[in-house]
């Protein structure tokens, strides 16, 4: 009787086939979920670097790329994919790592076409990385613990914060920088996300960012901050041309990017396992490690793909299983139809062009609420770990060392290039030290964890 009760919560399960229309309308429900999270790091991306005009066809690539991505996952052809719906989607962890490639190609006088070279390069030999770890999951999962993870989304976050608020003031080097109708319109957008989000109805808590930037580049229209460009220039179709800006690689933007995959791996895991939860799948045994090992194995492919067809690294987006939970439609058969929505959305440019017109405050104020999620991620993902002394002061070094040297660069200017580029990133300094302490630091035994735990409170209570 148990066994049986939470599948009445599912109006439709893993393998069933809903009417298309049925089928439609909640495959529409995850596009919205998840389609400002795949353009987003592409316009941070290309107005960060100047590549305005790259910009449009950027983003129709990584929408059809996710839109493969998901049908990948759905699908589980030859075993790559997870076998649900996994909607796949452009990466927020990976942002500094590449930001970080692009800026070494900025520094030695290369353009638009020499940064993506080069950003496409590195992260294509690290889908690589994704791809061989799916098979060592388990025993990756005992390096990479819950501790180590949650260190290094909490540092992304943190240290992405300053993307955000720089674009709520106008972006960078913006001649308006700081200006008030920049700071208001960045504040109207922070005001809806989180009125709608405190809303009861679920719909517009599903969309609550969607509608946020729909307001603020209303208001931002009226305020004269959106000026409309002309896009009638731009082709009819965007078509998908393997390694278009050409092909580079150099180990100083590698190890950074390769550093997220590992991470990247371990959590994907994660959202896999909760995904199984929510489906009615089982979590143990091997055919949940089966699925584990397609989604991270189909995580990497599809990354791989990103990077030959002019697109950022993907990853499988955690907001989906809230839909899946919303909307008690479990089908991977609805994969096909999200999967084919993205593809069709990708294929016009129009789309691209006419999202790049978002002025830099509006986005800036959906995307400090996107930059923060990630970061109070990260802190969830640490409550699930032991907090002894011992996990303390991995994750005071670990802060202590990213956020430090990412707020001092120049500290590390008297050492070698590569160097510079590895340590200069808070999420590679960071993670580093958190996986290398977590290997080098012995475990507390219970009775001391609980005794250091004991001592904190008594101390806490006589403070007080």
Known sequence: MSTDAPQSDLIYGLDARPAPLAAFFAALQHVLACFVGIITPTLIIGGVLGLGDQIPYLISMGLMVSGVGTLIQARRPLGIGAGMICVQGTSFAFLSAVLAAGFIVKQRGGGPDEILAMIFGVCFFGAFIEMVLSQFIGRLQRVVTPLVTGIVITIIGISLIKVGITDVGGGFNAPDFGAPVNLALGGLVLAVIIALNRLSNPWLRLCAIVIGLLVGSIAAYFTGVLVPKPISSLPWVSLPVPFMYGFDFDWMAFFPVALIYLITAIETSGDLTANCMISRQPIKGPEYLKRIKGGVLGDGVCSLIAAAFN???????????????????????????????????????????????IPKPVLGGATLVMFGTVAAAGVRILAQAPLDRRSLLIMATSFGIGLGLSSQPELLSQLPKLVQNIFGSAITSGGLTAIILNLVLPMEGQSTATDSVEIAEVDTAGNN
Not at 311 to 322: C, D, E, H, I, K
Not at 330 to 356: D, H, K
């Open 311 to 357: 697109t950022f690294p993907n990853t499988t987006f955690s907001q989906n299983n809230g839909v899946i939970q919303l909307t008690g439609v479990a089908s991977r058969y609805v994969g096909y139809y999200i999967g084919a929505i993205l593809i069709l959305l990708g294929l016009f440019p129009m789309v691209g062009a006419v999202l790049q017109q």
